[in-house]
């Protein structure tokens, strides 16, 4: 009953930009932290960014300077721009997000279907 939705992956030259995003719906009473992973071949998924229901940020050392992460509330979206991409980028990102449901108390980690990223000339 809560979902998330990544757009806006692809294939991108290195040195370009590119901007994820990622909308929850559903039955959603609260968001807390949302955040962006990535997992490339054969590698664990990784921490990239993450953002906090005030607006806090942290960031992969990989990423810093170079990406920026942001949330709009009431749209419940969170957005990564992504930017000087690297070929050490290509990977598919993940959305997070912890989330309290309608009528329950504790929140629950839910994570969307992926989007590809691939670095590449």
């Known amino acids: 009953q809560v979902q998330l939705v990544e757009s806006g992956g692809g294939l991108v030259q290195p040195g370009g930009s590119l901007r994820l995003s990622c909308a929850a719906s559903g039955s959603i009473s609260s968001i807390n932290d949302m955040g962006w992973y990535r997992q490339a071949p054969g590698n664990q998924r990784e921490l990239v960014a993450t953002?906090?229901?005030?607006?806090?940020?942290n960031y992969a050392e990989s990423v810093k300077g170079r990406f920026t992460i942001s949330r709009d509330n009431a749209k419940n979206t969170v957005y990564l721009q992504m930017n000087s991409l690297k070929p050490e980028d290509t990977a598919v990102y993940y959305c997070n997000a912890r989330i309290q449901r309608f009528g329950y108390i504790r929140y629950s980690g839910y994570w969307g279907q992926g989007t590809q990223v691939t670095v590449s000339s």
């Open positions: 953002v906090t229901s005030d607006g806090s940020t």
